[in-house]
């Protein structure tokens, strides 16, 4: 079967080849450019903790040392000369990671320069697509202009994206949301290692808001918001900001500092139409631009590519279910949409306007909790999207359990025992294209995985997890938040909670399962195997096979 055709070799476009490749899914890669990617250090990200373990898997290391990224140990905001709020990261609330895009995108290359099943056409700009019933043409221009044929293709394209015009795809929206000037500096301030938002700074040339963010070896990105439509940030005028700004932080004296790169930052909010047009999808950049209010635009993205990844690939080995694609569009769009609404309901009263003061709190605490929500992923202009509402989700059940996770969003990221054993977090198991049925079962961690494998319900549940209409592997875990005792977690590939089931319930665990795929497919049901994924070679040993239905394919 062909390729996927990834068009885009920016974060996400990386991020989505090898992702696919996790799943046995081949892609090609059209980039534009000549292979290499500027470095900037100040054009940064910031990732909550989970869309940084996907990012994490797929580079193979981790971005929280001290060369590459930095995890932060708080935030602090601050209002004039009063300190608002003042948060220390750990276990409760995890850390965003904020490094170089830079970064990120040289380890994504360094993964797929070791990744057989992807291909990176350099100077390879695309000029026109054609679909038809089995697959996708592109045609690229440039030295190496050639045609290409695919299964499927995705638009990772950004703002400008031809994917998108050539799809006839509209990207209504609002233009020049918020603009800031940008620093990245290496210096030393009061708090190492924590976040700040210092608003109405009562310095000269503050501004009504400046936020600094560590970043790796003493590294600060600092930004300025600006007037929407002021006039052009001269370089004397930065300077003049960066040195009263680091006096106004240190006690009224200038620290000394290095000045490694700057610019200018302006905000869109923009969300396309249709996300999936026949056998084209869009994602990141080229179908939605947020990024106001400290939201973050590329975490969407590599939300996106974490979605459509396990979907696709299971139209490539599997066949198609329409309603399984079509839900990329429906989860996606509509959790970026629900940010892009807050934020934008939320403008008015945090940027002067009157507009919303009856509905959102005056008070510049209230105020200060809805920048923070956006600036360290919290509520509704930070949280990760949930598909409670998703087409995937199966009919209610009186089996359903509660627990701390609704249905449709991440899963918590606990310890688990895994088929040969070995304790592992459950994000470590994770994108590789099978579904994860999670057991909570308090004191397993206390005896040999030997000594309770075929002791209790695992024996039963073992036969209903291998009975599901996809390969799936059962882990073990102490506890769950909000789990009671026998609890059964279905999860997806991408990490999102399909159902809670109280105790064995292998037809409810089949029906699930069987929705979270998009439905049932001909000629199979609970202990019929004839339409299943062939899983020659994928077989556990007689020990492990009474606790994991098997490893993934």
């Not at 700040?196 to 003493?218: C, Y």
């Not at 790169?261 to 047009?277: I, K, N, S, Y």
């Not at 807050?342 to 709190?361: E, F, I, M």
């Not at 294209?433 to 999670?438: A, E, N």
Request: glycine letters at 12%; a neutral charge; charged letters at 20%.
């Amino acid at each position: 079967m062909d390729p996927v055709i990834v068009v885009g070799a920016g974060p996400v476009g990386l991020a989505l080849a090898l992702a696919l490749a996790r799943h046995s899914v081949p892609t090609v890669v059209l980039d534009e450019g000549p292979g290499k990617d500027e470095q900037r250090p100040a054009r940064t990200v910031v990732l909550r903790d989970d869309t940084a373990a996907f990012a994490e898997r797929l580079a193979g290391h981790s971005f929280g040392d001290t060369e590459s990224g930095a995890r932060w140990t708080g935030w602090r905001s601050v209002r004039r000369k009063q300190l608002m709020r003042e948060l220390d990261f750990g276990e409760e609330t995890p850390a965003p990671l904020h490094l170089p895009q830079h970064v990120l995108t040289a380890a994504l290359r360094e993964a797929i320069a070791d990744e057989r099943l992807v291909k990176i056409a350099v100077d390879s700009k695309l000029d026109s697509l054609e679909q038809d019933a089995g697959g996708v043409t592109a045609h690229t221009r440039g030295p190496k202009g050639t045609w290409w044929r695919g299964s499927y293709l995705v638009g990772c394209d950004g703002p400008r994206s031809t994917v998108r015009k050539l799809l006839d795809v509209r990207f209504p929206g609002r233009t020049a949301v918020e603009r800031h000037a940008v620093a990245a500096l290496r210096t030393e301030l009061p708090w190492p290692g924590q976040a700040l938002l210092h608003r109405m700074p009562p310095w000269r040339h503050g501004g009504a808001e400046v936020a600094g963010r560590p970043l790796a070896g003493g590294v600060w990105r600092l930004d300025w918001l600006l007037p929407p439509r002021g006039d052009l940030v001269t370089p004397d005028a930065l300077v003049v900001r960066i040195r009263e700004t680091l006096a106004g932080w240190c006690g009224g004296s200038t620290p000394p500092y290095e000045l490694l790169d700057t610019g200018v930052h302006t905000v869109h909010h923009r969300l396309a139409r249709r996300w999936r047009v026949g056998r084209a999808f869009l994602a990141g950049d080229a179908a939605h631009l947020l990024g106001a209010l400290g939201t973050q635009g590329l975490d969407e993205g590599l939300r996106d590519a974490d979605n459509l990844a396990w979907k696709l690939a299971l139209a490539w080995h599997h066949g198609a279910r329409e309603p399984l694609l079509d839900s990329y569009q429906v989860e996606r769009r509509a959790g970026v949409a629900a940010r892009l609404r807050a934020a934008d309901q939320s403008l008015p009263a945090l940027r002067g306007s009157k507009g919303l003061r009856s509905y959102v709190p005056g008070t510049a605490r209230g105020h200060d909790t809805l920048l923070t929500d956006g600036h360290v992923g919290r509520g509704p202009l930070g949280a990760p999207s949930s598909y409670a509402d998703s087409p995937l989700a199966p009919e209610p059940s009186e089996s359903v359990t509660a627990v701390d996770t609704e249905p449709g969003a991440p899963v918590a990221d606990v310890r688990v025992t895994a088929p040969d054993g070995s304790f592992v977090q459950l994000r470590d198991r994770l994108g590789l294209g099978h579904l994860i049925v999670v057991l909570v079962a308090p004191g397993t961690v206390v005896w040999e995985r030997r000594h309770w494998v075929t002791a209790g319900i695992m024996p039963r549940l073992a036969a209903a997890v291998t009975a599901l209409p996809h390969p799936a592997e059962l882990l073990v875990a102490e506890s769950y938040p909000g789990a009671a005792a026998h609890s059964v977690l279905l999860v997806r590939p991408d990490g999102h909670l399909v159902t809670a089931l109280s105790g064995v319930r292998p037809a409810e665990l089949y029906a699930a399962a069987e929705a979270a795929l998009g439905g049932p497919t001909a000629s199979t049901g609970p202990g019929d195997n004839s339409g299943r994924p062939d899983r020659t070679g994928q077989e556990e040993s007689s020990a492990g096979a009474a606790g994991a239905a098997r490893r993934s394919g």
